[in-house]
């Protein structure tokens, strides 16, 4: 890694460091990305017990880049590259029944993810308006939503699983926003790996939603 890159000069202006905060995050989700596929293709193969055993592990990681950010950066970047490979493990079940039902759908929801990260991203870095409100709103919409899901598991809500969809996005509109104001905010180099992990989480879960939108519509 270039310590051009990692540590801008002590001379540097705000705003370059937050042009280099900008660089190394993205390029953090993009090594995250990369990862998750890696991740999702080795695991096409695996039963779903052996995904839920990778989604705690990754949540797990996570939890440690909490703690390791603190101490090493080079630890942070490690658990995050883990985070990436045990997320694609965990959704490899789910994304190789797509790939065999529904392929197009996979396209499509990759197609709509890239737009709706890109515009609503664009608008959370550039906006100067304080996004705090909608950050609190967003953390408790999310936990109602994932109780939504699991009355969905038990209760047979007609049109449910598309209003879960549709309020997920809603959601992640503004939480992705609020991220991507954070990054324009922030100055701080070395949370560049815990933002890149929350900006994946946001996509990962804007492409699952997109999913089940799209393979809704061709069923």
Avoid: C
Wanted: charged content about 10%; proline content about 3%; cysteine-free.
């Amino acid at each position: 890694m270039s310590e051009s890159i990692a540590y801008p000069p002590a001379g540097a202006t705000a705003r370059d460091r937050t042009h280099t905060l900008f660089a190394q995050t993205m390029w953090y989700v993009a090594l995250t990305a990369g990862l998750f596929a890696l991740g999702a293709y080795l695991g096409r193969d695996l039963v779903g017990g052996v995904g839920i055993v990778a989604f705690i592990a990754a949540f797990a990681s996570l939890i440690g880049m909490q703690f390791a950010v603190r101490k090493s950066l080079n630890l942070t970047v490690g658990l995050l590259a883990a985070f990436g490979l045990l997320m694609g493990l965990a959704t490899a079940p789910t994304l190789a029944y797509y790939a065999s039902a529904d392929p197009q759908a996979l396209w499509q929801a990759g197609g709509a993810t890239a737009l709706f990260i890109g515009g609503f991203g664009a608008a959370g870095y550039a906006t100067r308006r304080d996004l705090t409100a909608i950050a609190r709103i967003g953390s408790w919409a999310l936990v109602a939503l994932v109780v939504f899901g699991i009355v969905l598991i038990f209760v047979q809500i007609p049109g449910g699983a598309l209003i879960y969809s549709i309020l997920g996005l809603v959601i992640f509109a503004g939480l992705t926003m609020v991220d991507f104001q954070r990054l324009r905010q922030s100055t701080d180099i070395n949370s560049a790996p815990l933002m890149a992990a929350s900006i994946f989480l946001d996509i990962l879960n804007v492409f699952l939603f997109f999913l089940q939108l799209f393979s809704r519509r061709e069923a």
